[in-house]
């Protein structure tokens, strides 16, 4: 079975600080897809970034990073230059081509991280 | 146009209602789904719509039925529900159900309360 851990519950960063959010997965499958999505308290989930599997190189979005580790099969969200908007619950999510069952194609998310950016 | 847009915003209904939520998207996009999200938790898959057919129910109870009149509108029909079914209903869409296109795009869910 595919997971998704992350480990933190709740962070909290400094305003102009950087932070590190942290995800894990599991899988045996070789083609998918990696991602982390923003809920502000808004609600509305956007996504963040996007990591393909087999690209090396680690995918970059303005002030957020990843850093992917593929043979250690983690995901970690880096957020340089915290902004208060950037207060939200974080999901990491993974998809994989696999059709086994039908679920090619859905998002395998993690339980989330509530980040707070204080002033 | 790259927004998903789900209708009421909020829906406070009684356990013997019928009530109707909406979602439309006008991205061309042929891959629907609903989510129900409770606080703080993850969102949970209910329904998959892949070029109007639905193709994956992932043991949701009868009391909610999805439909997905073409392939801009999706909507999920709400009747006798319980209030464990009070939560945050979310709908998304992507361009397919291929790893290239899944790229899921969300609308801002649905508030439901069940008294």
């Known amino acids: 079975a595919q997971t998704v851990t992350q480990s933190q519950p709740e962070m909290s960063v400094q305003e102009a600080e950087t932070v590190t959010l942290s995800c894990t997965y599991d899988?045996?499958?070789?083609?998918?897809?990696l991602f982390w999505y923003k809920q502000p308290p808004s609600r509305q989930m956007i996504l963040v970034i996007r990591?393909?599997?087999?690209?090396?190189q680690n995918a970059t979005e303005n002030r957020f990073s990843v850093n992917f580790q593929k043979a250690a099969k983690s995901f970690s969200l880096k957020i340089s230059d915290s902004q208060l908007g950037d207060t939200a619950m974080y999901f990491c999510?993974?998809?994989?081509?696999?059709?086994?069952?039908?679920?090619?194609?859905?998002?395998?998310f993690g339980k989330g991280t509530k980040l707070s950016v204080k002033p | 146009d790259t927004e998903v847009t789900q209708t009421p915003k909020h829906l406070v209904m009684g356990m013997t209602n019928k009530k109707s939520l909406k979602c439309e998207q006008h991205?061309?996009?042929?891959?629907m789904y609903w989510y129900k999200q409770k606080a703080k938790k993850p969102p949970e898959l209910m329904f998959v719509y892949s070029y109007e057919k639905l193709s994956i129910n992932e043991s949701v109870p009868s009391r909610f039925s999805p439909e997905c009149p073409n392939s801009s509108l999706l909507n999920l029909h709400l009747h006798a529900l319980q209030p464990e079914d009070s939560a945050l209903y979310l709908c998304?869409?992507?361009?397919?159900?291929?790893?290239?296109?899944?790229?899921?795009?969300f609308g801002p869910g649905t508030r439901l309360t069940v008294l």
């Open positions: 999510a993974f998809t994989s081509g696999s059709n086994y069952g039908g679920s090619q194609g859905n998002l395998i």
């Open positions: 998304a869409s992507s361009q397919g159900r291929l790893l290239l296109d899944n790229e899921q795009f």
């Open positions: 899988t045996s499958e070789n083609n998918y897809y």
């Open positions: 990591q393909e599997a087999y690209k090396q």
């Open positions: 991205m061309g996009h042929r891959a």
